[in-house]
């Protein structure tokens, strides 16, 4: 790091300088003319947004916002990393995910991607992928001692591990050159499925390569199943930390030192889309490990090694192409974050097997942050922002707060078999559904901007998600829901629903609210009817018959629904629509319904829908 010399100069030397009042007042000012008559800290409570876990994320963050000392990188309580170079050698390891059940095809992507950026193997094996029996077609021509692999198998991780040690020992390969994760997980199992597995074979796994194989992790504490039943930054932590303190129980009481145990394990979690939260859930995740193995006597043992895969509840299955841009905000997050390994799920992930295509782009979205962003070659490169540093430490906070209700309840295994993990998930998925229902978290390509002319993309499926146990979510379900009724109406009948806007006045009146309702109704597959341009009580009755739609929308400014709202409603009653509804707030005559920002657009679009005997 370059040090400037204290030359008495200053960057600002110009400008005198700013307190933190003189921005409240600023931001007081700009407030009022929006209505809100706020001061002092009341105004920078308005500008706060409220995330998950009681946290909430302020406009400004200063050298007043302190958080604990968060030390060196390489050092407890590894916020900062890791290692002490973090990523900047060579970048995180870049993990491709294959799940396949053909061997053959399996082995032919497992190539391509290899010899094209990839550096491990994420391998789906069983019900989760190829066989077992046939790993040795999975991985032909794979440099074994060059590839770390990672197995995924479920419930069959015993007899998938053994067979990938064989697959070892028949390369040649020596044993300390072997790397990767072996996979089991026997309380991620039971997440997914209820079905409750013997840890022994695991534990047999962790102490075999405990002795023989210093660079596999037998056991891995996989996140996602918590991430993927709904629950928060905080659950998702408190979970994993939960389950890795259950493995560490099982290990110790086996005979391997809390040092040997903690090597074993490697922990997943999801990247998502929202950067910083990302970034601070890596970073406080290895904080609150550091500290379980600071309580177990082995402070140096606790840094923990992180697997981020992007978020499989943020994938959308219509216009799928966006999803390209979350993964790409994802892994940077995880990137910057300090994961070790990042996995990029393809733009195609929800509607199948990946494609090629999808798999490149997967793979090089990877290659273009560390080689062309040069994001690997910083060492904690949020370390530092008052913001981050803030967020990670109250995220911490958040985490052991539920790993801790958890652990009063008996621990992971009681938590899961009581129902109360569930319960607590479904809370937290509840409060979320309402924001998405409201649009309060916008799904671009779904809930905003959707297109109905899109091309459908079509994948081969995938091999079914094992169930049984916790739920999995996405964040477009209420909406596909209703894209699916329309789509069926439309192969149904050659057409899809549809509502006519009843556009009042000038466009500069009625274009903000015509396409805010034009967006609205698309999200749940209807069909907006926008012409002619603009109506009035006279003609918009032979305009609605013409569009060929059964319910209307009013749209335009207050001025002039004051003067029109009433008596168009009123037209188009007579004209046939069965519900008229008005783009923003009021009270008119005729008029059945609002829509406005804010509202629960999924309870509008599904009731309208059913209105239009739409199935």
């Known amino acids: 790091m370059t040090v400037l010399p204290d030359d008495g100069l200053s960057l600002a030397a110009e400008f005198p300088d700013a307190t933190h009042e003189q921005w409240q007042r600023l931001v007081e000012g700009v407030l009022r003319k929006s209505g809100k008559d706020v001061s002092g800290t ?25 958080a604990p000392d968060v030390g060196h990188p390489g050092f407890a309580p590894f916020v900062r990393g890791g290692t002490a170079g973090g990523n900047a050698a060579t970048g995180w390891d870049v993990r491709q995910r294959h799940a396949s059940t053909d061997p053959a095809r399996t082995n032919e992507a497992v190539l391509g991607d290899l010899e094209n950026g990839v550096t491990s193997l994420w391998l789906g094996v069983g019900a989760n992928g190829v066989p077992v029996a046939d790993l040795t077609t999975a991985l032909n021509g794979v440099y074994l001692d060059l590839a770390p692999i990672s197995l995924d198998a479920g419930a069959e991780f015993a007899p998938a591990a053994r067979e990938l040690l064989r697959l070892y020992e028949a390369a040649g390969v020596a044993k300390e050159s072997a790397r990767g994760a072996l996979g089991a997980d026997v ?69 391997l030192s ?37 309580v177990c006597g082995a402070p140096a043992a606790g840094a923990q090694y992180q697997h981020a895969v992007t978020s499989p509840v943020m994938m959308t299955r219509r216009d799928p192409w966006v999803n390209m841009l979350r993964t790409t905000v994802a892994c940077l997050g995880a990137g910057v974050g300090g994961a070790d390994a990042v996995t990029v799920l393809p733009f195609d992930h ?11 782009i997967a793979r090089n979205t990877s290659t273009i ?28 906070h958040a985490g052991w707060e539920f790993f801790q209700e958890i652990e009063r309840a ?12 569930g319960e607590r998930l479904a809370a937290t998925w509840a409060e979320r559904g309402k924001k998405l229902a409201k649009r309060r978290e916008p799904i671009t390509g779904v809930s905003e901007f959707p297109q109905l002319t899109e091309r459908t993309v079509e994948r081969e499926a995938a091999p079914a998600a094992p169930t049984g146990g916790l739920p999995r979510v996405r964040r477009d379900e209420a909406y596909e829901a209703l894209r699916t009724r329309s789509d069926a109406h439309l192969a149904t009948t050659g057409a899809r629903p549809r509502v006519f806007l009843a556009a009042l006045g000038p466009a500069a009146a009625h274009t903000a609210r015509a396409t805010f309702a034009a967006n609205l109704f698309q999200a749940g597959g209807i069909e907006p009817v926008h012409e002619p341009v603009t109506v009035d009580a006279g003609t918009v009755a032979e305009a609605f018959k013409a569009s060929g739609a059964t319910v209307a929308c009013l749209c335009s ?13 009123q037209a188009l009653k007579g004209a046939g629509a069965e519900r008229v509804f008005l783009a923003g707030r009021g009270e008119y005559a005729d008029v059945d319904a609002y829509v406005y920002a804010g509202c629960d657009a999924v309870a509008v679009l599904s009731s309208t829908l059913d209105r239009m005997g739409v199935a």
């Not at 409750?196 to 102490?207: F, N, Q, S, T």
């Not at 996140?223 to 560490?248: F, M």
């Open 557 to 569: 400014s207050d001025a002039l629904y004051a003067e029109q709202a009433e008596a168009v409603a």
């Open 350 to 360: 929800s509607l199948g097997l990946p494609d090629a295509f999808a798999r490149r």
């Open 187 to 255: 309380l991620g199992h039971e997440a997914r499925t209820g079905e409750e597995l013997d840890p022994a074979e695991a534990v047999e796994l962790a102490r075999l390569c405990a002795r023989e194989y210093p660079g596999l992790r037998a056991l891995t504490v996989d996140a996602l199943p918590y991430h993927e039943a709904g629950g928060s930054a905080a659950q998702e932590l408190g979970a994993s930390l939960a389950t890795g303190v259950a493995y560490l129980r099982q290990l110790t009481e086996a005979g």
């Open 410 to 421: 008996g621990g992971q295994a009681a938590a899961l078999r009581s129902g109360m993990i």
């Open 42 to 66: 009341a105004a920078e409570e308005a500008l706060s947004t409220a995330l998950e876990d009681g946290l909430t994320t302020r406009p400004l963050y200063t050298s007043r916002d302190t």
């Open 258 to 294: 809390v040092e040997e145990a903690c090597a074993q394990l490697e922990f997943r979690y999801a990247a998502t889309a929202d950067q910083f939260l990302t970034i601070a859930k890596s970073r406080a995740a290895r904080r609150l490990w550091a500290r379980v193995a600071e």
């Open 369 to 396: 942050l560390i080689d062309e962003s040069h994001l690997a070659r910083v060492i904690d490169p949020a370390g530092g922002s008052w913001y981050v540093e803030r967020l990670t430490d109250e995220l911490a």
